[in-house]
């Protein structure tokens, strides 16, 4: 689906100016409206990249990247995202810097910030504690502008948690919309989250818990599915059930991946460790316990291995809408015969739809980008507007000579 | 206090252009109008920065930082005055780089040199050998350029050395110029420069060596207390005293914290180990002795707890000027409950002054980014009225749509 | 050798737009046109840097590096021509990336070249796999860009594999065209390229490959010399063989270091490993066989020092034309008494060149930019022509106020 312009910035225009200079760390704190905008500024970007325009809005400033676990798409599209707009990526390393030397959140917090409007922040490995720590952060720097430490409030975006992982979630929803072709066309869909087999453990529980958060307040009919102990939260199961109900769309837990694909549209396979786990791996790690930490990846591993059936096969794609459900991942997918000799997918599936989820993963860079601009400029209209306007070329132009 | 900025721009003509093509190395070197006009330069850039006027005066051009210690501040703070003129930071890590196969100084200075602007260094652990090393770079970079390897010479920055921490005492001092409003109230002021216990060892010298060279300049009243045996480097307690004759400071040294904190203006407790021990543990970390090395932490700490009463306590702060002194500190500091058992300063003398020791680190980049345009430029002055005179933003403009 | 810009663009015009979207893998898959034309680009280039003219083409985009070996040099000047260009430099360090978890050749290059304009690879660790890794990125990359997953194909530039070194051998030749003045008077010059002893084994094949597959070209008389057992690639003499054919130069493998040096006009004595020991090593690589890796240094360095005088004396030096050939050297070289006990080269010899060896490494900025800007602009020559002509600062102009 392919819009011009115009239309981009006449859907855009009345959702204008919505989330400045409010963090996003979650999408389930943020309004239909806040979404839609931020969807459609991520369009305009994209626009605006692929015709050679330059969307350049910082002469200078630093974009501050702290990354707390392992990351190749999110640290690209982060690193993207802040040049596109004209800042400068720099990584807190917290072996390199002196935190380390026992330096508090707060100060921190501060000390990286005198020229900075952006920082994100993925911290997804303990429960309980990576979006705490991304509003302790944001507080550290609320006091800092308001003293007079800060020339500028640094705008907070979450690159994964323990709750959430917006920057994907968004970008899976970018993906959707323009794969189906309006946020209207969305409505009633099936699409099923599903637990997937891994031979791995101790992956994170946001890419479940942000789509079904998510997808459940475009309509859509969403149906999560693990075995018996693979729990998510809570509290986004709830989320999950509220924005059915304030949506109009559904949502429910089954126990079986082939009732779940039953007539789906959509299927995401994907491994995860049960939130229990995830608790008691965060002690754990909490009290660097080695040894505790062995038996646990064994005994997870040993459950996981009752679940080899959990993978998304053509058999099990024969049961989805007219056989055709669009297969979707956060990649890397663990692939069957690929990268591992059981896992989440079969091969002939995953390269069925391989370029799809490459496609899926490009939306990435422009989610971010979007969310840095609505967070800087109180007239995300207003600004795209005037870079189309002006037109500047991204690349020297050449190959009109 | 506040400047307009035709004030800083009438202030620093009067010094215009006194560092072009020079090192800064150690403030000694420089004459009080050398560092007059580092510190208007600073005030320049800071008010273009808080007016969203761009201070880009680079369309390329790399800053390299060689950083041999620990950094979170001076590393965000070198990266922030980098990006602030158009230059790109790159990082020597001498783990990547082929140094560890054998290159010599001569050689690498001169093959990282050949886009770059200024090259910013920190090596602090050898006493005897971090300036040295600076001045070594130093000569192999005129050596380069003079025999046309180098298009340009790159400016050396000292981001802390075995001697002094240029970018910090200067920090310092702007802060104190902003605190008391002029270099002429600053005249007579005391300042009382006191070792503090730290449950740590090894901490460096050169912020107490920087803060006693720098302050005697402006006739101030510098005192030094130490515990018996933990002094600093000769050469520095020299300088300051040659300073506090030539410039109608004082200097002197004591053996106690309160007599330093009585009726003192300003107090900055901090912890170093005793230069005598700098020079056993150089030794030690030449021959990669971890035996001895063991044996002198182990010696230093049980010196170092003989002085836990070296803290700086509600009680002791009394003794201050009206009890009101301005605490300072180049962070992080120990903070007894806070960080550490027993360290430094009281929990709430810290908290109390917490938000000024914050605004005085965020003097660095602007301190830093001076450094760099007044050893680029031929006229600061000239170069901050044309930027003023231009006023392109920094960031795009979007509150007044 | 001077040339005025007019003079540079006039010779570039000849050549023009050879290169356009075309990966720059191995200098011998190029013309004798391609070439000029990339060396007139690097020349022109270097004129607008040392007459402080803009050379920003990109306003955003990302030019990637993965470094699989240790850099000083390429990784500064990857990172110097990047910056040249107006791109922004982003290491893909595969430890911190996901690589670590199984992701495939194919995704990652995808998942890191949403907005990359150029990907700069370093792989010359295993005989046979670096060059074919860059290919399979290649590829990767043709089917993103076909499939509509990549905006723009990135470029790829070999910053040294298995086989070649071309960023080296084209700045060698770049050094070469200004000594001697011309292309043409580089016809019938000797350059004797020879094995030398080294105290360290398993220096990589790339160097000495690119300057016989390269050198040959230009109708020089290239003699190869090494010890029995010191092979090359086959395919790399084959391809020396058919190009001294073709480009009416001469070829020849040699014996001894004396016979090479007699009546050469350049020598280039540099250490490397047999390719047969580099096969072995390969292998002892992959299955990460560290006894068998031990027993082969011991083995290499045992057979090296049966060549100790393969060194580069003055008496050796004494055989040149007139005494006074041309020393080349890559860097960093092992120089007897100052980097090791025995080594490439003798002190007095070395140090009498070294400034030729740093104005050597100094081509190698503008060289990389050439092939970023050849890759990506179908007219060179308009693209520098118009730089030339709006004549935008690099560094904002000082000097005459």
Redesign the interface.
Known sequence: MEYSFNEILRKLRKYDGRMYDTDFLLTQEKSQDDIKQLLYVAMGLKYL??NNI?????????GISI?RD????T???F??AA??L?L???D?DEE?????????VR??A???S????IIGIRDDMYIGMGNSYMREVGQALD??FA?????QRPGIVNLQCDIDHPTQSLADLLHLYNYFGSFRKLKGKKIAMTWAYSPSYGKPLSVPQGIISLMTRFGMEVVLAHPEGYDLLPESIEVANQHANEYDGSFKVVKSMDEAFQNADIVYPKSWAPFSVMQRRTELLKNSDKDGLKVLEKECLENNAKYKDWTCTQEKMKLTKGGKALYMHC??A?ITG???VEGEVEKEVFEKYR?NT??E??Y??YVIAAMMLTN????PY??LK?LYTES?????P??N?
Not at 147 to 151: A, H, I, N, Q, S
């Open positions: 990249y692929e330059s969307t350049k809005c910082f002469n200078s400033g630093l990354f392992k990351s190749t798409r640290r690209f599209s690193a993207s040049n596109l004209g400068t990526v720099s807190l390199k810097s002196q935190i380390s030397h026992g330096e508090t100060e921190t501060n000390m990286i005198f020229m900075t409007e006091e800092g003293k007079g430490v800060l020339p990649l890397p663990d690929v990268s591992c370029i490459y496609i993963a490009g990435k860079p800087r400029f109180s007239s207003q600004l005037s500047d070329w991204r690349v020297r050449y190959k000579w």
